[in-house]
Structure formats: structure tokens, C-alpha cells
Nanobody, 113 residues
Framework: QEQLVESGGGSVQPGGSLRLSCTGS???????MGWYRQAPGKQRALVAS???????DYADSVKDRFIISRDNGKNTVYLQMNDLKPEDTAVYYC????????WGQGTQVTVSS
């Protein structure tokens, strides 16, 4: 079992920035970690992922705006979100995958003027 604790969500105006954090155990350094989001009425979708070797992947809609990173010393994965748009509004979930898969509880991000 891997418990993931997310933080950093909130409300921001278009063009603003937020940084999400996901903290787990020391095992996350060996896993592929991802951030997913789910907007009302839509399916949960991958936003960004980072492998144990620090290879990253992004959804086309967030490329050049979002950055995923990890700090193994803090057992934490981050999602830096810049130039936020109203369509980024969603609940964001942290995901751990290393055979077994675990999810965080989700954190709300709202982008509105």
C-alpha cells in the first residue's frame, strides 16, 4: 500500500500559477509518478508523468506550461503549473505506478476570473 498526500490546489486567475505537491514513502523514487485531472463530466486524463529515470511526458494541452519534477530526498513529486487557463479547472490526482497502482485523494484547481 502506498499513501499519497496531495497539496497545493486552490483558486487562481487566468495566467496565474500554482504548484501541486504529492508526498509518499521512499518507494516513490522507484515508481513512475503521474498527475491526472478530472473535470466535471469528463474522464480522468493524464496530465504529466515522470519515470524513475526522470523521463517526462506531457499532455499536448499543457506542454510548455506545466513542469513535473521529483525530489527523492523529500519523497515528493511536484507539478508546476504556469499560465493557467479556465480549461485547466479540474480535480488533480497524483498517481503511483510500479506494478501496483495507487491514487491520491485529489486536490481542486479552479481557474477563473
Amino acid at each position: 500500500q502506498e499513501q499519497l498526500v496531495e497539496s497545493g490546489g486552490g483558486s487562481v486567475q487566468p495566467g496565474g500559477s500554482l504548484r501541486l505537491s504529492c508526498t509518499g514513502s521512499g518507494r516513490i523514487r522507484f515508481a513512475t509518478m503521474g498527475w491526472y485531472r478530472q473535470a466535471p463530466g469528463k474522464q480522468r486524463a493524464l496530465v504529466a508523468s515522470i519515470t524513475r529515470d526522470d523521463s517526462t511526458d506531457y499532455a499536448d494541452s499543457v506542454k510548455d506550461r506545466f513542469i513535473i519534477s521529483r525530489d527523492n530526498g523529500k519523497n515528493t513529486v511536484y507539478l508546476q503549473m504556469n499560465d493557467l487557463k479556465p480549461e485547466d479547472t479540474a480535480v488533480y490526482y497524483c498517481n503511483y505506478y510500479n506494478g501496483p497502482q495507487y491514487w491520491g485523494q485529489g486536490t481542486q484547481v479552479t481557474v477563473s476570473s
